[in-house]
Structures are given as C-alpha cells and as structure tokens.
C-alpha cells in the first residue's frame, strides 16, 4: 500500500513569549519606517513584500516561489504564481500563497512576459508571509495586506473613497452649524488624537464623536 504524505503545519504561539512578540513588533515598525518599507494608501501604511520577508526572517521563516503558471492568451499577458513559507530550522510548512498578474492592470499595460511573471511570484510571496503574519503586522502599526496584492485601480478608489469620506465629514460638521475653523480642529483633535482626517477610520472617529 502506498504511504499517504502529510503535510505537517508549524504553529508560533505567542503566548510562552508576549514580550519578546511586542519588542518584534517595535523592531519591525523601526525597520519598515527607517527603509522606508511601507507605501501610504488614502492614509494606511501597507508593507512591501521586503518588510514581510524581513517579519518573517525574525521567526525564521523563509518564503520559497514554487511555481509561476503562463495562463497568457494572445488579448493578454497574464501569470498565475505560488509560493510557500517555511520554518527554516524544521523544514516545516508553515503557509502558501498564491496570486496573479496581468498586463491588463492599468499601470502595467507597458509591462514585458518576465516583469508580469515577476510580479505574480512577488504577490506570492507576500500572500505567503501574510497568511501566517497579518497578526504581527497589524501590532506593529500596519496594514494586513501587502502593498504588491493592491492594484492600480483599488489605490484609486480607495483614495477617491477617502475624498468622499472626508466631504461627507464636513457636511455633517455643517449640519451640526459647526462653522468655526478651531471648533473643527478641537473636535477632530478629540476624535483622533490628531487634528488631521488621515483615513477612513479617522472620519468615522469623528462622525461617532459628532453624534455624542
């Protein structure tokens, strides 16, 4: 009879070692902030695939491309990738992911076959360490999801939605007879712990805080 493989699954607890999980947590907001790893989208900080690598070296965790699909036809230059993550001292599985690119992309129509392809295995990658790691990313004062996995046009609406959001602020500022330029900025300041609406959380802060 043929033996059945398993895939083994390594899990990180963070509960043996609360501290050390924050203080890697600061570590990985300095190195991100210092190498200017992150990219700001309509007022949230997504990651580069390199900050996620490096999130995941500190746990000894290692992303291998496995596969890079030509699923192209002759209207579109398109790649299918994967890749997996890895416990480096175990061998063990520890995530997958898999993503797509394509020249269709609105930024991306002047790509060449090997930058699609190449594009697609970076998504991977990401997906990968994000599958496992969105958690720490999150403590460290970041968003879940890799800056490579959001297209062109998702940034344009997300910051068209923010613009919207922000008018919709005001509005309600004007609605309340609220017209006094400090008046706002107390309010905001009160909302935010800022005196700026930098994303779409900062303007519901401030709507919340308008109802009270």
Not at 53 to 76: C, K, M, R
Not at 83 to 105: D, P, Q, W, Y
Request: glycine share 6%.
């Amino acid at each position: 009879m043929k033996e059945e493989k398993q895939t083994k699954v390594q899990l990180f607890s963070v509960k043996p070692s609360l501290k050390t999980t924050k203080d890697l947590a600061v570590q990985l907001t300095k190195f991100i902030d210092d190498n200017r790893l992150s990219v700001n989208i309509a007022g949230k900080k997504y990651v580069m695939v390199e900050g996620w690598q490096f999130a995941g070296s500190q746990l000894g965790l290692t992303a291998i491309p496995t596969d890079a699909e030509n699923v192209s036809t002759d209207a579109e230059i398109k790649y299918k990738a994967s890749a997996e993550v890895f416990h480096v001292s175990t061998g063990t599985l520890v995530s997958r992911g898999f993503a797509i690119c394509s020249n269709k992309e609105s930024k991306k129509k002047g790509f060449d076959e090997y930058a699609v392809a190449s594009m697609a295995q970076t998504r991977a990658i990401g997906k990968a360490y994000r599958n496992n790691l969105s958690w720490l990313m999150k403590l460290a004062g970041f968003e879940s999801t890799p800056v490579e996995e959001i297209t062109d046009t998702v940034k344009d609406d997300m910051v068209e939605n923010l613009g919207k959001i922000k008018t919709d602020v005001f509005n309600k500022f004007k609605e309340k007879g609220i017209e006094d330029t400090e008046v706002m900025l107390e309010i905001i300041q009160k909302a935010t712990g800022k005196q700026t609406i930098d994303n779409a959380d900062d303007a519901m802060s401030v709507l919340a805080e308008l109802e009270k």
